[in-house]
């Protein structure tokens, strides 16, 4: 059973995240890109008080997918940074946390730019 619920909960809880979102945008005048930002925020937030980390150990990859475990990254990041650096790490750590993250994305981008051929509608 325990095998069961360490690959059912992940999907389980980023489902749960996913219709959420889709409520908002089908019963609410806000935009996706308003929806996204307040995903980024609610990990951070959820992060700061302590909550984020019992979530992950609770859900594992499910509650880090990629908007909330964004924000996670970021609070996570900056925190660290402040521990080492300061007040200049209130700067420095929420892009250090996510470098990793950024950077597999512009080379990911990069390389299929070069694969495939984007079409105008």
Do not use: H
Request: glycine content about 16%; aromatic content about 16%.
């Amino acid at each position: 059973m325990e095998i069961l619920w360490k690959y059912a909960a992940p999907f389980i809880f980023g489902g749960f995240l996913c219709v959420i979102a889709q409520i908002f945008i089908d019963k609410t005048r806000l935009t996706p890109a308003r929806i996204l930002v307040s995903y980024v925020v609610t990990g951070v937030f959820l992060s700061a008080i302590g909550v984020f980390e019992p979530l992950i150990d609770i859900f594992g990859f499910g509650a880090k997918t990629p908007l909330l475990g964004f924000g996670y990254i970021l609070a996570k990041g900056t925190r660290e940074a402040i521990d080492n650096y300061g007040a200049m790490g209130i700067v420095t750590g929420g892009i250090g946390g996510a470098a990793f993250g950024i950077g597999a994305a512009i080379i990911f981008g990069y390389v299929f730019a070069l694969l495939f051929k984007g079409k105008s509608k």
